[in-house]
C-alpha cells in the first residue's frame, strides 16, 4: 500500500530562516510526487511535480527535491505570506496518496 | 496552472435535505474528477472518482446512496448529499485530472454546514 509520512507535523520559522520540509514516501511504480500548498478554508494549490530521483523544481522561495525514498520541499528566506500547510501526495498505480501535511508559520 | 471553480463556496442546509455542489475545470477537459472530504486539520480523504459518461467509483465506507456523484460533461462533476445529516457537515473539496498528465487540479473547496 502506498504511504506518505510528512514531517514535522508544525513548523515556526522567523522571517528570512530557511529551513526544509519531508516528504517519506513508499510508492509501487511512481508516476509523479506532488507538492501542494493549502491555506486556511481553501482547496490544494499545486506547487511542483517531480516524476525521477535526482529532480529539482524552484518556484520563488520554494525548491523541491526527490530522492527514491522521500522529498524535501526547501524554503529559503521565507516571509510571513509562506505561511499555510504544504502537503505531499504521490501518485502510484492506483490512487493519489496524501501525507497528513507540515503546518508552517513564519514569523514576522 | 490549471482552474478548477467549485459553487457554492458555502452552504447551510437543514438535517433532511438535500444539497448539490457544483465543480468545473475551466480551461481544460477533465475525463477524470475527484471528490474528496477534508476535516478540521486532518488531510484529505478521497471519497469517489468520477469518469465522463460512466458511473462513479467510491472509496471504501463512502455510502454511494447518500453521495450521488454525477459527471454528465468534460468540464462539470457534481456531487448531491442527499438527506443530509449534521455529520455530513464538512470541507468537500473536488479535483480534476490534466488529461495529458498525472496532476490534480483543486477547486477552491465547499463549507457544507447541516442544522
Known amino acids: 500500500e502506498d504511504q506518505v509520512t510528512q514531517s514535522p507535523e508544525a513548523l515556526r520559522l522567523q522571517e528570512g530562516e530557511s529551513s526544509s520540509l519531508n516528504c517519506s514516501y513508499t510508492?509501487?511504480?511512481?508516476?509523479?510526487l506532488f507538492w501542494y500548498r493549502q491555506d486556511p478554508g481553501k482547496g490544494p494549490e499545486f506547487l511542483f511535480t517531480l516524476y525521477s530521483a535526482g529532480e529539482e523544481k524552484e518556484k520563488e522561495r520554494l525548491k523541491a527535491t526527490l530522492t527514491k525514498k522521500e522529498s524535501f520541499l526547501h524554503i529559503t528566506a521565507p516571509k510571513p505570506e509562506d505561511s499555510a500547510t504544504y502537503l505531499c501526495a504521490v501518485k502510484g498505480a492506483q490512487k493519489l496518496v496524501f501525507g497528513q501535511g507540515t503546518r508552517l508559520t513564519i514569523n514576522p | 496552472g490549471a482552474v478548477v471553480s467549485q459553487h457554492p463556496s458555502w452552504v447551510i442546509c437543514k438535517s433532511g435535505t438535500s444539497v448539490k455542489i457544483e465543480c468545473r475545470s475551466l480551461?481544460?477537459?477533465?475525463?477524470?474528477m475527484f471528490w474528496y472530504r477534508q476535516f478540521p486539520k486532518q488531510s484529505l480523504m478521497l471519497m469517489a472518482t468520477s469518469n465522463e459518461g460512466s458511473k462513479a467509483t467510491y472509496e471504501q465506507g463512502v455510502e454511494k446512496d447518500k453521495f450521488l456523484i454525477n459527471h454528465a460533461s468534460l468540464t462539470l462533476s457534481t456531487l448531491t448529499v442527499t438527506s443530509a445529516h449534521p455529520e455530513d457537515s464538512s470541507f468537500y473539496i473536488c479535483?480534476?485530472?490534466?488529461?495529458?498528465?498525472?496532476?490534480?487540479?483543486f477547486g477552491p473547496g465547499t463549507r457544507l454546514t447541516v442544522t
Open positions: 479535483s480534476a485530472r490534466d488529461p495529458a498528465a498525472y496532476e490534480q487540479y
Open positions: 480551461d481544460f477537459q477533465a475525463t477524470t
Open positions: 510508492v509501487s511504480g511512481l508516476r509523479g
